[in-house]
């Protein structure tokens, strides 16, 4: 049967790593070791394992999957545990740092039509490399990809640091063999341009590097007389909590709410720190993958700025995780409140709907990032409001 696979090749080519859009609150509990994680039944259970099962079993696979299930019981879609080293990977990732070639994929499995490039994150190899969004991978090291398991391709451009890869890549009429270094490196989370007098500003992710990232191609894009602004937070799934509170402040007046947090037993209202740049009008666009800090921006602007949203409907994800250290440097997250709108919306499971509702095509969406203002219907209605 083939599946529909969307992966990220990049953070030592781990499939799939998508920002669940979780807003992170680091704490550190610690107990007192114990010396086993099974209670009196699954020590039983073990002890008739290690006497009598003819397949292997790994004890350590075993403890995960038991934090897995106990996690289950709090129906929470958004519970994670995270061994110790992919706690330290993770915290890694969160600063920028990858490795890996730096593309998102769409294909098949088995493949079928080669591995469509979908997106090549900035400042990556593969950005490096010449690779393009809307390529077409045919080939890894002259081995044909095509009819073949992903897992098998996926463990062959799992290569050393430091070694290349040579891509053969179907780009329109053209094949191009590419070597692309499988590497370390810092992705960039904020891409931007003058649109004529339109500062255009995408934002992938808030991780807290996009923080510095947003502040100095405002500052750039003011230098360049931008008289407005678009703001594309399509495809942007969240972040972090602070950074998205103070991307924001550098666009709202000092002292306005910009979010309520709800927690178990208490409630938290922010306010904006205060570092406006610029009170230029401004547009935000957004789809159903723009989630939790994406849609925490967007109402923000639209409640205090009277910025037009235009796309389509948001996901709707107005809750946020906590992350928790644990005693053997593991850690565990799970949703420890809701959050709101200035207005008090409570948009989870809803989503935010826009004042301009504009959809792109199957064929647009698939080349999402080959789009720009001559074919973009979204950003060209953005372009136009902003004209008004």
């Known amino acids: 049967m083939k599946k529909y696979l969307s992966i990220i090749l990049s953070v030592v080519l781990t499939a799939i790593i998508t920002f669940t859009g979780t807003v992170v609150v680091l704490s550190r509990y610690f107990y007192a070791p114990r010396e086993s994680v099974y209670p009196d039944i699954l020590t039983e259970i073990k002890e008739y394992i290690d006497r009598y099962a003819v397949f292997e079993f790994s004890e350590e696979d075993s403890e995960k999957a038991l934090i897995y299930g106990y996690l289950s019981a709090l129906n929470d879609g958004f519970s994670f545990y995270w061994t110790a080293e992919e706690y330290a990977q993770q915290l890694s990732s969160n600063e920028g740092n990858f490795t890996g070639i730096g593309v998102s994929l769409q294909t098949s499995d088995p493949i079928s039509g080669g591995l469509f490039v979908y997106r090549v994150l900035g400042n990556s190899p593969a950005q490096t490399a010449g690779i393009q969004p809307g390529d077409v991978i045919v080939a890894v090291n002259g081995k044909d990809v095509e009819g073949r398991p992903y897992d098998d391709v996926y463990n062959e451009m799992g290569v050393a640091v430091n070694s290349s890869l040579v891509l053969t890549v179907n780009r329109g009429e053209e094949t191009l063999q590419i070597s692309v270094e499988f590497k370390e490196f810092v992705q960039n989370y904020v891409d931007y341009r003058m649109i004529g007098d339109v500062g255009f500003i995408r934002i992938h992710s808030f991780m807290m590097p996009a923080v510095a990232e947003f ?46 947090l709800q927690f178990k037993n208490n409630e938290e209202v922010h306010y904006s720190m205060g570092e ?7 547009v935000v666009l957004m789809n159903e993958s723009s989630a939790s800090a994406s849609e925490l921006m967007a109402s923000c602007l639209r ?3 009277k910025s037009l949203l235009i796309g389509t409907k948001s996901y709707g994800k107005g809750v946020g995780q906590s992350t928790f250290e644990l005693s053997d440097d593991s850690a565990v997250k799970f949703t420890t409140f809701h959050y709101l709108t200035k207005g008090r919306v409570h948009y989870d499971g809803v989503g935010l709907t826009p004042d301009q509702t504009v959809t792109l095509t199957e064929d647009q969406e698939k080349y999402f990032y080959t789009l720009d203002e001559t074919n973009d219907p979204q950003l060209q209605a953005a372009l136009a409001a902003l004209a008004k």
């Open 215 to 260: 502040e100095a191609a405002l500052n750039d894009l003011l230098a360049k007389g931008a008289k407005s602004f678009i703001f594309d937070l399509r495809n942007n799934l969240g972040g972090n909590l602070d950074c998205v509170e103070q991307i924001v402040s550098y666009l709202i007046p000092k002292g306005e709410e910009t979010v309520v």
């Open 276 to 282: 406006r740049k610029t009170d230029a009008p401004m």
């Open 303 to 305: 409640d205090i700025n």
